[in-house]
């Protein structure tokens, strides 16, 4: 059975149970826990100033308590989601005061326990409630109602109660003496690497009188998921084993739960291992359960901390820290070595602390004489690093990985052209894949190839489908008259595109281009006719290239010289492509909101050969510039990874502007040409807002996204759009609605 069920947790919701003047106010106060707080009361003021009674007082008003306590329990979740100490400050005098938060608990693997006011006796509480400020006085007959429910109120089984005297001790989370041990080993990220891991316990032995804390990243990336979750579960029981929760094991976990997990570096490698391997997931939970998000100890003279991620001082509470700072460490991932180096200024003498999870700057294994780093990189062909403490002192240990890192991450897909030597050949290769569809263009000996919805919604990507996206071939004369991008992904869609592992797939320098919000146009040229080619959404003759058309016919009428010399441009050698983002704020509104008439943003040339060639950002402007229009504007330039991480931490706020403007994301692109979408999760949201007004236009009803990127915001939206009518809601856009819903 999973060891200590209730102290190995560090996550604790404290809700304050008692009568108004119990005292439960000033006790938080007066015990530095305020910011930890949620206050029923004092969202009640945000929603409303004082109000006036019939008989002149002011108090707290208490019409939008329906709402309060909505906007209360989403907070809460956030603050749970993070793993915070949390505390609800109200009276919870109710028999039923306590339902809303068993199921929330359950989810976060929350401890609760109730702070009981309740031997407060009724009449102290009366004339302590008298003389509170005039708004915070509760009226005598509500004052006999909560105290006639308090009586009658029983707390459930599952939550603990304490007195307030005896809360801070029970918080409070001091070192746990070990020092009966011989020796301490700690043990770094195994990402999925068995082999060092038994390599390490052949070399030094796995004894009974010695104890073994391990930093958490369990799995992952490495090629022996399968057998560490084997040896995991054989051993996890252990009474010298002590197993800490990475960031890692949230993929693990909504895997065992029958959830998604949010990797598709794990969908896609770990998790087959495990099912291949049969695992029950009844047994990999048994493991989760025990995780531990730190370890506090002492040993003889040393007092050491042990966490996932790493902290920047030695906290005097360990429990007011979240969770996710415990696992993912204080401030971003590449301030490790800034942690440490505080750490070990501010540590006392005999104070240490050990973590793993994040080393951009590849620092040893002893970072400085306080701090010590356990991130070796095993899964890259790294080494599985160790440090032992005895009564002597520290000592580092490693066991070299024979991890071949080139089979680590599956690599970009890629650039199968070299082997295509003409188009010829292409055409064949194309019309031989069930998976890759040909559209004949009317009038034309030109055909389309796109991958179908299968191969995109089943992600099943290969070096040929990657290639058949806006593909427009002459296949009579075997010329590639306009194609477009090779399909790339958005961050964290494949395994080589996961935010902690892009600075390993990037060449840098890499730029980060704004993405336009519209729709794809492209501007080639057919030897066949001599004539331009105007083409969109794999036709050349839908709406969206007829748009296009029009938009560059105002740019470069025809005859005019400098539609000349376009085309005199495009047909040289074996042809270019224009590729333009068309915004078309009438015929194809978006997300993105335009006031001014339709336009066309330059984004790329491309050469129309097998082999994906763009032209450079100076022949770029140039030809923007000829048709008087703009080309793609750059957001950053990005020098290495420590730049990236620093980056994508400021762009995936949901409140991020770029420019003062929300913006649909960014492209980034690499030295070599390699792409990764970045949508933002303001634009991400909107998405999801316009998927559901797009279920009530079809007749069906809401949803909400889950997880939705903000669950308050969609709550009161999805209210706003059931207020009207499928027909009002047919004969307008997710735009429109979204500026009525501001106004409002």
């Known amino acids: 059975m999973p060891r200590g069920k209730i102290t190995l947790t560090m996550r604790k919701l404290l809700l304050l149970r008692g009568l108004p003047g ?135 089984k599952w939550i603990t109660r304490v007195l307030p005297e005896d809360l801070l001790p029970t918080l409070q989370m001091g070192p746990q003496d070990i020092s009966h041990y011989k020796a301490v080993h700690h043990i770094g990220d195994i990402q999925g690497c068995y082999t060092p891991l038994m390599d390490y316990f052949k070399k030094y032995g796995l004894q009974d009188d010695e104890l073994y804390i391990f930093v958490g990243d369990y799995l992952d990336r490495g090629p022996q998921n399968a057998e560490v979750m084997t040896w995991l579960l054989e051993n996890y029981h252990r009474r010298n ?220 990507w290969d070096e040929l489908n990657v290639h058949a996206r806006g593909l427009f071939i002459n296949t009579a004369q075997n010329i590639i008259v306009a194609r477009s991008y090779e399909k790339f992904f958005n961050l964290g869609e494949r395994p080589e595109t996961q935010p902690d592992v892009l600075g390993r797939s990037l060449a840098f320098p890499a730029h980060a281009w704004i993405k336009e919000n519209g729709y794809l146009g492209l501007v080639g040229y057919n030897p066949e006719t001599k004539e331009l080619v105007f083409a969109s959404k794999s036709s050349l003759t839908s709406n969206f ?36 983002e068309a915004i078309e704020p009438l015929n194809d509104p978006h997300i993105i909101e335009h006031d001014g008439p339709p336009y066309l943003v330059l984004l790329d040339i491309v050469s129309n050969t097998t082999r994906f060639e763009a032209e450079n950002d100076k022949e770029r402007q140039k030809i923007a510039k000829l048709l008087n229009c703009p080309a793609k504007r750059q957001a950053a330039i990005l020098k290495n990874t420590a730049g990236l991480e620093t980056w994508l931490e400021t762009v995936r706020d949901i409140s991020y502007k770029h420019n003062d403007q929300y913006i649909e994301g960014f492209v980034l692109e690499d030295a070599h040409g390699f792409k990764v979408k970045v949508k933002l999760p303001w634009y991400a949201f909107w998405r999801q807002m316009r998927t559901q007004l797009e279920r009530l236009q079809s007749g069906k009803k809401t949803q909400l996204p889950t997880p939705a990127i903000d669950n308050s915001l969609a709550e009161k939206f999805l209210a706003f759009l059931g207020d009207k009518t499928t027909t009002e809601l047919k004969a307008t856009n997710i735009i429109d609605l979204r500026r009525e819903f501001f106004n409002q």
């Open 22 to 156: 119990s005292g439960k106010s000033t006790f938080l106060r007066e015990s530095g826990l305020e910011p930890y707080t949620l206050s029923a009361d004092g969202l009640r003021m945000f929603y409303s100033g004082p109000v006036m009674e019939a008989n002149g007082r002011m108090r707290i008003a208490a019409d939008q308590d329906r709402t309060v306590w909505q906007q209360l329990l989403q907070l809460l979740e956030d603050r749970m989601r993070r793993g915070e100490l949390v505390i609800v400050d109200a009276t919870h005098t109710h028999p039923r005061s306590f339902q809303n938060y068993q199921q929330i608990a359950n989810r976060y693997r929350y401890r609760v326990i109730c702070v009981d006011f309740a031997d407060m006796s009724f009449e102290t509480c009366e004339k302590r409630n008298i003389n509170r400020e005039e708004h915070k006085v509760v009226p005598p007959h509500e004052m006999k109602r909560l105290n006639d429910n308090l009586l009658r109120s029983r707390l459930p």
């Open 241 to 460: 084993f002590i197993f800490l929760e990475g960031n890692h094991e949230a993929h693990l976990r909504a895997w065992a739960g029958g959830g998604k997990p949010r990797s598709r570096q794990f969908t896609e490698a770990t998790q087959v291992e495990l099912e291949a391997a049969g695992f029950s997931t009844k047994k990999v939970h048994g493991f989760l359960y025990q995780l531990r998000e730190a370890y506090f100890y002492n040993f003889h003279d040393h007092i050491v901390l042990v966490t996932h991620g790493g902290l920047a001082t030695l906290p005097k509470n360990l429990t007011l820290v979240s969770s996710a700072q415990l696992i993912k460490g204080a401030g971003v991932y590449e301030d490790a070595d800034a942690c440490d180096t505080t750490f070990a200024a501010t540590a006392p003498a005999n104070a240490y602390q050990i973590h793993g999870h994040r080393n951009r700057y590849a620092s040893p294994a002893r970072v400085n004489a306080h701090c010590f780093n356990l991130e070796g990189k095993v899964e890259f062909g790294g080494e599985l690093r160790t440090v032992t403490l005895t009564p002597q002192g520290f000592k580092e240990r490693s066991v070299k990985s024979l991890i071949d890192a080139s089979k680590t991450i599956l690599e970009p897909i890629g650039d199968f052209s070299g082997e295509i030597e003409n188009v010829q050949m292409l055409v064949a290769d194309l019309r031989a894949t069930p998976e890759i569809l040909e559209k004949p263009q009317t009038g034309t000996n030109i055909s389309s190839f796109n991958f179908s919805r299968d191969v995109f919604y089943k992600k099943a």
């Open 545 to 580: 290239a007829g748009w296009l058309h029009q938009q560059f016919d105002q740019l470069a009428p025809a005859g005019s010289k400098n539609r000349k010399e376009i085309t005199e441009y495009l047909s040289r050698n074996d042809g270019k492509t224009l590729v333009f």
